[in-house]
């Protein structure tokens, strides 16, 4: 009796939408072909299978059980996201946990100071409450006037925005020189400079009214051994004009959703996962496929794909519009681009047919091995750090 048991359990977890590594399956498999000669394998593997069905994790050499990260998406209405980015009335909870105006205004003096602006005074400050983040906007006069906005609860610099660049006579600086001025004014803004590394410096165009000028830009990431989290970050925006360097805008964004889960998927088991999933989505032949560790955040890509969910149909002006929406989870991943070979005249009726059948890029949890998202992948312009 115990034996039909085991293998019913068994039987149940390969028939689950849960995702097993492939290294488990295989061992399930041993143990069915040599279940009469070893019967207690059988029974181990059962009573991990009954631990996975139950905790809705996945199990592990060891039998260590992890939680299942992945979550159906939540559907939500156009204007539920709308009110989002609302100005809402402060609670008198968020209220007693806000640092004061004074503190605000201080805080954005002393930024301003640090970075080489001086004989400046408050003109006004404002509390905000939009997208979830309470925040004091400070308008800034003087020589030069800025707004500087600062975290309601942290008093954390959220960023800045020069309000009298005219762009007129700027000179031209090397790549060296750009990047010193860079390192220089993160530092000067004291924000563990430590965890933060220079990922990218480069002369970009701009245009002001009719004017077009270049400016030059550069991104700061937050770096986890070899990986950088391209949703913490730092820009700052500048150029050089009568001998002095101009900050245009400086804009922080702090990812507090990153979990740092461990790598327990290898290479192989990743690439074979993703794999699997797209040969269900795509019937173009398979050309290459390669992938690196990285950081990204749990989106609605492949759940879209494999529901026939196409965003090209989503009416953003109809608030009763149903969009997909995931928690907000950044996790360690395996990006596995898939690339396919290309037909001449290849042509598809919409655009949800392009993505299942073409290149993407799937997000395998390094720890659990569940597909938690993905994207399109192209080839020039793929670059997720600063798209």
Request: with cysteine; charged share 30%.
């Amino acid at each position: 009796m115990l034996e039909k048991s085991s293998d019913e359990k068994i039987k149940q977890i390969l028939k689950s939408e849960i995702n097993i590594p492939d290294g488990y399956i295989d061992a399930i498999n041993t143990a069915f072909s040599k279940k009469k000669k070893n019967n207690y394998f059988v029974k181990v593997l059962a009573a991990t299978c009954s631990g996975i069905i139950l905790t809705g994790g996945i199990a592990f050499a060891g039998y260590t059980i992890y939680e299942r990260i992945w979550k159906e998406p939540e559907r939500v209405s156009n204007s539920d996201v709308e009110q989002l980015l609302e100005d809402k009335e402060i609670s008198k909870e968020d209220e007693n946990m806000l640092i004061s105006n004074e503190e605000a205004e201080e805080k954005a003096l002393s930024i301003l100071n640090n970075l080489g602006y001086k004989e400046l005074k408050v003109e006004n400050i404002e509390t905000k409450n939009t997208n979830n983040m309470i925040y004091f906007n400070i308008k800034v006069i003087g020589d030069n006037n800025f707004i500087v906005s600062i975290d309601g609860k942290t008093g954390n610099l959220i960023g800045l925005q020069n309000l009298n660049n005219n762009y007129e006579n700027i000179e031209q600086i090397s790549e060296d020189e750009a990047r010193e001025f860079s390192v220089y004014t993160s530092k000067s803004l004291n924000l563990n400079n430590e965890d933060y590394e220079l990922k990218y410096c480069k002369e970009e165009n701009g245009s002001f009214s009719e004017k077009q000028y270049k400016v030059w830009v550069s991104n700061f990431n937050r770096k986890y051994d070899d990986r950088y989290n391209p949703y913490d970050s730092m820009q700052i925006q500048f150029y050089k004009e009568n001998n002095k360097f101009q900050v245009i805008s400086i804009t922080i964004n702090r990812d507090y959703s990153f979990e740092n889960n461990e790598i327990k998927i290898n290479k192989e088991e990743a690439e074979k996962i993703a794999l699997e999933k797209e040969k269900q989505l795509s019937q173009t032949e398979i050309e290459d496929i390669a992938s690196e560790l990285g950081i990204r955040k749990m989106n609605t890509y492949i759940y879209r794909l494999e529901n026939n969910i196409d965003i090209a149909n989503i009416d953003e002006s109809n608030n009763d519009t149903v969009i997909y929406k995931t928690e907000n989870i950044t996790r360690n991943v395996w990006i596995v681009t898939i690339k396919h070979k290309k037909k001449e005249n290849m042509t598809f009726d919409t655009n949800l047919e392009y993505s299942k059948q073409m290149d993407k890029e799937y997000y395998v949890d390094a720890a659990t091995g569940e597909i938690i998202g993905g994207e399109d992948y192209f080839e020039e312009s793929n670059n997720a750090l600063y798209n």
